[in-house]
T-cell receptor
Framework: SAVISQKPSRDICQRGTSLTIQCQVD?????MFWYRQQPGQSLTLIAT?????????ESGFVIDKFPISRPNLTFSTLTVSNMSPEDSSIYLC????????????FGPGTRLTVT | DQQVKQNSPSLSVQEGRISILNCDYT??????FLWYKKYPAEGPTFLIS?????DKNEDGRFTVFLNKSAKHLSLHIVPSQPGDSAVYFC??????????FGTGTRLTVIP
């Protein structure tokens, strides 16, 4: 499975500011995913990011709030814009497994607290 | 609307005994099911999966059972070890790349 790293691992931010989270993979992957886990909740897919195309957002998530970049096959960023305390969550990136498998492999996550 | 549910937030088991973690789902279009394990400050780690065309999949100490008519799956860990103490998530997919996750069950294996 791919080795995935995320930066920062955690941050405390003031409301109204923005934070960009980086996700780096040690191999080239076609699809990368961004998830959110709010306190006490399950993981929820925010968007799917393919290299060279616009990210595809799930219902309830919009590009203005969560802009995503995917400049190459090993890197992606997620920005949480104009943050409010409700954005306090763990944000995780993931990649699909090998061709023909349906598993996704996750990075360690970024724990965001908005005050 | 929570399509994947784990109704037990926690479970404690003695070392060496069997751990059974349960998961229920509502969407009959789910075609693949997965279990993940998560340690604190780490991302979820893939554990085992099962296709909807099967009713059992085994990998070492871990076995997943699927009952499609009941829309229920379970993860059995035998024998349980202290290192198995973690939060376990079940997840399901519909054929797209979106995984729907349950809220997790915290397993504690008591030495």
């Amino acid at each position: 499975s791919a080795v995935i790293s995320q930066k920062p691992s955690r941050d405390i931010c003031q409301r109204g500011t923005s934070l960009t989270i980086q996700c780096q993979v040690d191999s080239q992957v076609t699809m990368m995913f961004w998830y959110r886990q709010q306190p006490g909740q399950s993981l929820t897919l925010i968007a799917t990011a393919n290299q060279g195309s616009e990210a595809t957002y799930e219902s309830g998530f919009v590009i203005d709030k969560f802009p995503i970049s995917r400049p190459n096959l090993t890197f992606s960023t997620l920005t949480v814009s104009n943050m409010s305390p409700e954005d306090s969550s763990i944000y995780l990136c993931s990649v699909a497994g090998t061709s023909g498998s349906y598993e996704q492999y996750f990075g360690p996550g970024t724990r965001l607290t908005v005050t | 609307d929570q399509q994947v549910k784990q109704n037990s937030p926690s479970l404690s088991v003695q070392e060496g005994r069997i751990s059974i973690l349960n998961c229920d789902y509502t969407n009959s279009m789910f075609d693949y099911f997965l279990w993940y394990k998560k340690y604190p400050a780490e991302g979820p780690t893939f554990l085992i999966s099962i296709s909807s065309i099967k009713d059992k999949n085994e990998d070492g100490r871990f076995t997943v059972f699927l009952n499609k008519s009941a829309k229920h799956l379970s993860l059995h860990i035998v024998p349980s070890q202290p290192g198995d103490s973690a939060v376990y998530f079940c997840a399901a997919r519909t054929g797209a790349n979106n995984l729907f996750f349950g809220t997790g069950t915290r397993l504690t294996v008591i030495p």
